[in-house]
């Protein structure tokens, strides 16, 4: 068993001064949807014997706990589809209280019917759903496939056990633009906060992303002809600017990478299915955290060596947009 009690007085802490205190875990590169902005069509997934185990994935999570990290994210891939997903949240669950203040997730919310109850009982408190359209035919176009009634149901599900659910929107020009306005009025009246997204440039997909990147100040300021925003002091540890939509009473966010840097107040590094620690979603720089468990090798000087690398910012452009990839991984490989 391991010791969960011993949390060390020393932090993390990167050359720029940022205390690093949420860790986001991916637990698989694998996903039964497509999403045309994340993947390509035709993916190839790791073998299975690549991903770092329940045990294995607890030992890195625990070096992290013990060096301050308080907030841990599970995502993938879609996490929901590891077999053992409950058997890893079980032990994650472990630390709640334990130098871990917050056990959360993100997905696509097609399984959730299944794991709602589950992860309530394992102390997640709020989740992240990704969900790009309410329209039945636009949400399969864009997830190659997926069918909407399993996610709403899957809502539905998570909020009857008394999970508290934010809703992820990446904004996509020619596929939800239109339809944000509804979307965000049909979250807001289930109390439903939502965090619009920029489509980030990472790994090859089939198309431009120049034709489907939008930048969020815009979308803002079109929102405001018809609602009032005001600011919301509200933080969750992400990189989300908040604002409070008067007409609907709801919470609206903006994650904006390319239009509006938000490095300055990075807290988190990202940790892949097989083990690497990547120190910036927008970097290379990365720590093979397996093969120092793999040969019982010294995790914490792993971090502390990681963390002293960790890149002062993104390198995301705009104007860079259409000349490929700013990363070549896709973000279901590092873990969103
Ligand atoms: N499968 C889960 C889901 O969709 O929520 C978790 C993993 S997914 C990679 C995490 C988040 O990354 C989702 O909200 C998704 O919309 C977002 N995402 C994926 N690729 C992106 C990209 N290129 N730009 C911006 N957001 C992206
Ligand atoms: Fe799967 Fe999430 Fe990527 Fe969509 S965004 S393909 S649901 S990993």
Known sequence: MLDKTNAH????VDPFGRKITYLRLSVTDRCD???TYCMSEKMTFLPKSDLLDASELEQVAQAFITRGVSKIRITGGE?????????IMERMSGYLGHGLDELTLTTNGTQLVK???LLAKFGVKRINVSLDSLDPDTFTRITRGGRLNPVLDGITAAQSHGLKIKLNVVVLKRDNLNELPSMIRWAHARDIDVTLIEAMPMGEIEEDRFNQYVPLLGVQSELSKDWTLTRDTYRTGGPSDYWRVKETGGRLGFIT???NNFCGGCNRVRLT??????LCLGQNEDADLRAVVRSGGDLDAALLEAIGRKPKAHDFRIDALGQGPAVARHMSMTGG
């Open 9 to 12: 007085t020393h932090g993390l």
């Open 33 to 35: 949807l497509r999403c």
């Open 79 to 87: 996490p929901l589809v590891r077999r053992n997903i409950m058997d």
């Open 115 to 117: 794991h709602a109850e």
């Open 257 to 259: 990478p390319l239009s």
């Open 273 to 278: 299915c097989t083990g690497k620690l990547f």
